[in-house]
């Protein structure tokens, strides 16, 4: 898994590419996690080049939002790839997620 992480105001988006799965390719939710700890961060997950997400990149996706959600951080979904837009509309998750078309949609949301 590739990322970048780019400020944008108050705000972190992180670009991610390639496969979002458990083992080694963890790095991402490390980066994820710490910029959820900063109390009051909008972060910005920027997936169109993800490929796939296995059942643990989910269960990371789910853990690092609660962590969001009870430090009063805000995690946001963007430009879903068709798989991934599939997997969370498989599995419900699509409605567990905070999501968006595009990372402008995604700032303009958490305004």
């Known amino acids: 898994m590739k990322l970048h992480v780019e400020d944008r105001g ?3 988006i992180v670009w991610l590419a390639g ?3 458990g083992g080694d ?3 991402w939710v490390d980066t994820v996690t710490r910029l959820v700890d900063e109390t009051g961060a909008h972060v910005v997950l920027e997936m169109g080049e993800v490929a796939y997400v296995s059942s643990a990149g989910l269960g990371d ?3 690092i939002t609660a962590l969001a959600n009870s430090q009063g951080s805000r995690l946001v ?3 879903l790839s068709a798989f991934v837009d599939g997997v969370l509309k498989t599995t419900r998750l699509d409605k567990f997620f905070d999501v968006h078309k595009s990372v402008d949609a995604a ?3 958490g305004s």
Request: aromatic fraction near 0%; glycine fraction near 0%; proline fraction near 0%.
């Open 10 to 12: 108050s705000a972190k």
């Open 19 to 21: 496969s979002m799965t």
């Open 25 to 27: 390719e963890r790095a």
């Open 61 to 63: 996706l789910v853990r």
């Open 77 to 79: 979904l963007c430009n």
């Open 107 to 109: 700032l303009s949301a």
